[in-house]
């Protein structure tokens, strides 16, 4: 049995090696990115996932892109990075850390003159945004845990785990630092649809860590809720804004308002790098809309006509009223998001 979840990005001297989590849980398969645009196809085809993953591997990407750069002049070097960077922007609208992400490795060029150190700078950025995202997010499970008790079950949704981040996810960071303290906390988890995260990541990722799980469909969660005792909801996020709206996995929303509606506390854990204080609320979180064929497919097969008309959002906003309190690396706040966020970057 594992110990922590398996890292799903790291760099390896001169590729990256990436998790392809559309394969799981049925192949572990680890794919080789050696180029740019292997980078940008992975983030797009979901074969990386989850917004802390998304950012840590468009820095490699950058990094990527830089060792492998034939530029003479470092004009023309920096001019090019700011393209590259553009490209990889646009592989993904909602998660903001594939933004933070960027900008943090374009700012270390503007403080070297030389395409060597830049290339060296960059690779060193881009390792400090994996290490830091998994302190991070030991950190948010560190204080999540003081929100639980021994023997509370968490209901989760998509995956907030260990491979959408450096290590320890966000939503699921608890259930590890519970395990490693001999306090048991039990979880069930939801999205069976569009793309069965729920069901192919954490249910899972939390079963190799041995971790009491149990698994069901989105339709089941209000009945779940009121039979099984569940104790609170714990979720991660792509984008907060600044004043507490959040987006995540479509789905957060509903299941937010059930938790209002069953008095259950509603918990975002997300590290600062997710927080968007330049977003003032959630009506200005751009919410991707994905392939029709993600629901008139099921594993490659119809489950409707060919050519249904299709809606197909993958996040929605959860307005800040819902949320109980968001668990960041700096503590848990609550109430006054838009005060109280602010004040978590002084
Ligand atoms: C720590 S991951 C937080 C979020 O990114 C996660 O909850 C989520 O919504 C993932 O969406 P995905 O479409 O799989 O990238």
Redesign the pocket.
């Given at each position: 049995m594992l110990n922590t979840p398996i890292r799903s990005v790291e760099w390896s001297n001169d590729h990256i090696t990436l998790l392809d989590q559309r394969l799981l849980p049925s192949q572990t398969e680890f794919i080789t990115l050696t180029a740019i645009e292997d980078v940008w196809e992975a983030i797009f085809e979901?074969k990386v996932?989850?917004?802390?993953?998304?950012g840590i591997t468009a820095a490699y990407g950058l990094a990527l892109w830089a060792q492998q750069s034939q530029h003479d002049h470092f004009n023309e070097f920096c001019e090019d990075l700011k393209k590259q960077a553009a490209y990889l922007e646009t592989s993904?609208p909602t998660?903001v850390n594939l933004f933070w992400a960027i900008k943090r490795i374009l700012s270390v060029v503007e403080r070297v003159s030389t395409i060597k150190k830049a290339k060296e700078a960059i690779l060193d950025k881009a390792n400090v945004i994996a290490k830091e995202d998994e302190d991070v997010c030991r950190s948010i499970g560190e204080h999540a845990i003081n929100l639980f008790q021994d023997g509370d079950t968490l209901l989760t949704h998509?995956?907030?785990?260990g491979i959408?981040?450096a290590r320890y996810?966000?939503?699921l960071a608890p259930f590890y630092i519970a395990k490693e303290r001999g306090i048991h906390l039990k979880a069930f988890a939801s999205e069976t649809r569009p793309?069965l995260?729920g069901a192919r990541l954490t249910a899972w990722e939390l079963q190799q860590l041995g971790i009491d799980v149990t698994l069901i469909t989105d339709n089941m969660v209000a009945h779940t809720i009121k039979t099984k005792g569940i104790n609170a909801i714990i979720?991660?996020?792509?984008r907060i804004a600044a004043n507490g709206d959040t987006a995540?996995?479509i789905g957060t929303y509903g299941l937010a308002l059930l938790a209002k509606a069953l008095q259950i506390p509603f918990y975002v854990a997300?590290p600062l790098s997710?927080i968007d204080l330049a977003t003032s609320s959630g009506e200005d979180i751009e919410i991707e809309e994905r392939h029709a064929d993600e629901i008139r497919k099921l594993n490659g097969q119809l489950v409707t006509t060919a050519d249904m008309k299709v809606f197909n959002p993958?996040?929605d906003v959860t307005p800040a009223e819902l949320i109980t309190g968001i668990i960041t690396e700096r503590g848990i706040v609550s109430g006054d998001y838009k005060t109280k966020l602010e004040g978590l970057f002084i």
């Open positions: 979901l996932r989850g917004a802390p993953a998304i993904r998660a998509c995956n907030a785990g959408a981040t996810g966000t939503a793309v995260q979720v991660g996020a792509d995540n996995k997300a997710t993958a996040f």
